[in-house]
């Protein structure tokens, strides 16, 4: 399998999702602006949201995969096929259960996670009842999860990659039809969850039929708990749920703590989260998604070299695509917010505000992409402490950071914390890997950062100049323009970087990887 070009693949698919979410968040904040209720919705979706990261992309695809890449490698199809029903069966039980709980402790999660709002009743009201709308999100994403984590397994990844756009669409349609319908028009986007996940559970089943590895769910919880398998699963599940549990609750105390600021701040947090999404996910979490199932065959086969080839190959994609990406968020945030949020209700103060978030979370990209390949390093060896004591101290140290940067740069000090606390992350992963042994890095290293470097510079003093030739918040009464101007400064700061780099010796042939099916 060509590894280069089912990250393109894949990241292609992503940018589909992130294109379709910014659309959705674009037509948010223009019908909904940035104030109370709209802090609500973020608020509430942020629960079922981290729980989803928490169990259901984190420590659970992280200790699934793994053992998954193992059964199929080893033990053959049909005991592989009974792990999979096991484990379904048993997450789905479990699943049931945790929603319930969701919806009826909705007001206590709810004054738990956003004190800030028990002053704002109405605020506080509306953010109960769309945390009940959207609990059972949780349920559905879970077992997207682990459809996901089965058909990457498989090789099938754009499925997996397309599902997202599903939610997109629903909350697109949402805003502009069924808002309008609604007493509260808020509630429209916390229906749209709850559709949004449904449909991405309903899209996986196609896919996993034409594998043949649909999971049947059975009404026995206690027998599928038996399965070796299933318990090594959860044996792993609960040092990684440390793990992904550290920096999920440093975004709840975070959000917690922007819900105690001015109102808007966490939807200005939330809005330089959605452009901090697009590098991450589209670098960040394709690579991850590729390299995680690699590097366990890697681990079963035994071959130590090609383990360390996978994450040689993951790095240096990340600098060389997540680096100019990093200058562009530090040079021009205020022109990237004005472009695609500063209109209808959304204000300059909310550019500005939001730009200044952007900045800060921009200032930690590289390490926030970094732990997404450096993780996978040490899950798909299964060794899942290591990083768990890694998450503790980063965890930790980001809330020392918000002591510090809070009380002088407010919300945006909330995203610089999380920012150097992924720097932090990334490098304490790499040095573990080092110490271990793991990965060793391949010849060529010192070069390539002079080169990428010098690249980076004569990138960065283009989009600059371009960039100050431009009015952005003036432009809000041409929106179109605007975003013209801005597609135009992408391509050509782009076009210089890649063509300084192609005269300095880069070739993308040169980062062509292929692995065995």
Same mark, same amino acid.
């Given at each position: 399998?060509?590894?280069?070009?089912?990250?393109?693949?894949?990241?292609?698919?992503?940018?589909?999702?992130?294109?379709?979410?910014?659309?959705?968040? &674009?037509?948010? *904040?223009?019908?909904?602006?940035?104030?109370?209720?709209?802090?609500?919705?973020?608020?509430?979706?942020?629960?079922?949201?981290?729980?989803?990261?928490?169990?259901?992309?984190?420590?659970?695809?992280?200790?699934?995969?793994?053992?998954?890449?193992?059964?199929?490698?080893?033990?053959?199809?049909?005991? @592989?096929?009974?792990?999979?029903?096991?484990?379904?069966?048993?997450?789905?039980?479990?699943?049931?259960? *945790?929603?319930?709980? !969701?919806?009826?402790?909705?007001?206590?999660?709810?004054?738990?996670?956003?004190?800030?709002?028990?002053?704002?009743?109405?605020?506080?009201?509306?953010?109960?009842?769309?945390?009940?709308?959207?609990?059972?999100?949780?349920?559905?994403?879970?077992?997207?999860?682990?459809?996901?984590?089965?058909?990457? @397994?498989?090789?099938?990844?754009?499925?997996?990659?397309?599902?997202?756009?599903?939610?997109?669409? @629903?909350?697109?349609?949402?805003?502009?039809?069924?808002?309008?319908?609604?007493?509260?028009?808020? $509630?429209?986007?916390?229906?749209?969850?709850?559709?949004?996940?449904?449909?991405?559970?309903?899209?996986?089943?196609?896919?996993?039929?034409?594998?043949?590895?649909?999971?049947?769910?059975?009404?026995?919880?206690?027998?599928?708990?038996?399965?070796?398998?299933?318990?090594?699963? +959860?044996?792993?599940?609960?040092?990684?749920?440390?793990?992904?549990?550290?920096?999920?609750?440093?975004?709840?105390?975070?959000?917690? /703590?922007?819900?105690?600021?001015?109102?808007?701040?966490?939807?200005?947090?939330?809005?330089?989260?959605?452009?901090?999404?697009?590098?991450?996910?589209?670098?960040?979490?394709?690579?991850?998604?590729?390299?995680? #199932? !690699? +590097?366990?065959?890697?681990?079963?086969?035994?071959?130590?070299?090609?383990?360390?080839? /996978?994450?040689?190959?993951?790095?240096?994609?990340?600098?060389?695509?997540?680096?100019?990406?990093?200058?562009?968020?530090?040079?021009?945030?205020?022109?990237?917010?004005?472009?695609?949020?500063?209109?209808? %209700?959304?204000?300059?103060?909310?550019?500005?505000?939001?730009?200044?978030? +952007?900045? =800060? $979370?921009?200032?930690?990209?590289? !390490?926030?992409?970094?732990?997404?390949?450096?993780? #996978?390093?040490?899950?798909?060896?299964?060794?899942?402490? @290591?990083?768990?004591?890694?998450? /503790?101290?980063?965890?930790?140290?980001?809330?020392?950071?918000?002591?510090?940067?809070?009380?002088?740069?407010?919300?945006?000090?909330?995203?610089? =914390?999380?920012?150097?606390?992924?720097?932090?992350?990334?490098?304490?992963?790499?040095?573990?890997?080092?110490?271990?042994?793991? $990965?060793? #890095?391949?010849?060529?290293?010192?070069?390539?950062?002079?080169?990428?470097?010098?690249?980076? +510079?004569?990138?960065?003093?283009?989009?600059?100049?371009? =960039?100050?030739?431009?009015?952005?918040?003036?432009?809000? =009464?041409?929106?179109? /323009?605007?975003?013209?101007?801005?597609?135009?400064?992408?391509?050509?700061?782009?076009? &210089? $970087?890649?063509?300084?780099?192609?005269?300095?010796?880069?070739?993308?042939?040169?980062?062509? %990887?292929?692995?065995?099916?």
């Amino acid at each position: 399998m060509n590894l280069l070009k089912t990250l393109v693949s894949i990241s292609g698919m992503t940018m589909l999702s992130r294109i379709t979410g910014l659309a959705r968040d &674009v037509l948010i *904040t223009t019908k909904f602006g940035a104030d109370g209720m709209t802090d609500a919705f973020n608020t509430a979706f942020r629960i079922p949201n981290l729980l989803r990261r928490l169990f259901a992309e984190g420590a659970f695809a992280q200790a699934f995969v793994p053992i998954l890449a193992e059964y199929k490698t080893q033990q053959g199809e049909q005991k @592989t096929k009974d792990l999979i029903d096991h484990v379904a069966t048993l997450l789905v039980w479990a699943l049931v259960l *945790t929603c319930a709980l !969701g919806v009826a402790a909705a007001p206590a999660i709810m004054y738990a996670a956003a004190s800030g709002f028990v002053d704002r009743p109405d605020d506080f009201a509306a953010s109960v009842v769309m945390t009940r709308i959207m609990f059972p999100y949780i349920g559905f994403m879970s077992m997207v999860a682990l459809a996901g984590g089965i058909l990457n @397994t498989w090789r099938e990844f754009k499925i997996p990659a397309f599902t997202p756009v599903l939610y997109n669409l @629903t909350s697109i349609a949402a805003s502009l039809w069924l808002a309008q319908h609604l007493e509260t028009p808020i $509630y429209a986007l916390a229906i749209a969850v709850f559709v949004g996940g449904l449909l991405q559970l309903a899209i996986q089943v196609p896919a996993l039929i034409r594998v043949g590895m649909l999971p049947r769910i059975g009404w026995r919880p206690d027998t599928a708990w038996q399965d070796a398998g299933v318990r090594r699963i +959860l044996k792993n599940m609960a040092p990684a749920l440390l793990a992904v549990s550290a920096s999920q609750i440093s975004i709840l105390i975070n959000t917690n /703590l922007a819900t105690r600021m001015v109102p808007g701040s966490v939807s200005w947090l939330a809005s330089a989260d959605r452009l901090m999404e697009f590098p991450t996910a589209i670098l960040g979490v394709a690579l991850g998604t590729i390299l995680l #199932p !690699g +590097l366990s065959k890697a681990n079963a086969d035994g071959d130590k070299e090609e383990y360390s080839a /996978l994450l040689d190959w993951g790095l240096r994609l990340t600098f060389l695509l997540a680096m100019p990406a990093a200058v562009a968020l530090a040079i021009i945030p205020e022109a990237l917010t004005a472009t695609l949020f500063h209109q209808g %209700k959304f204000s300059d103060h909310a550019v500005h505000m939001t730009a200044n978030a +952007l900045l =800060s $979370y921009g200032i930690g990209l590289i !390490g926030l992409i970094l732990v997404k390949i450096l993780a #996978p390093g040490f899950y798909a060896q299964q060794n899942i402490r @290591t990083p768990v004591k890694i998450a /503790l101290s980063v965890m930790i140290a980001t809330q020392l950071m918000n002591l510090i940067f809070v009380p002088w740069f407010a919300h945006a000090g909330l995203a610089l =914390s999380v920012g150097l606390g992924a720097c932090v992350n990334a490098g304490l992963l790499y040095t573990g890997l080092r110490r271990r042994g793991i $990965y060793q #890095p391949r010849a060529g290293w010192l070069p390539f950062f002079i080169k990428l470097a010098a690249a980076l +510079l004569i990138m960065a003093a283009t989009c600059s100049w371009i =960039s100050d030739q431009f009015p952005w918040l003036e432009m809000k =009464s041409t929106p179109y /323009l605007r975003a013209m101007i801005m597609c135009g400064l992408v391509l050509i700061s782009a076009g &210089v $970087y890649f063509a300084a780099l192609g005269i300095m010796g880069f070739r993308f042939k040169d980062f062509r %990887k292929t692995t065995k099916a």
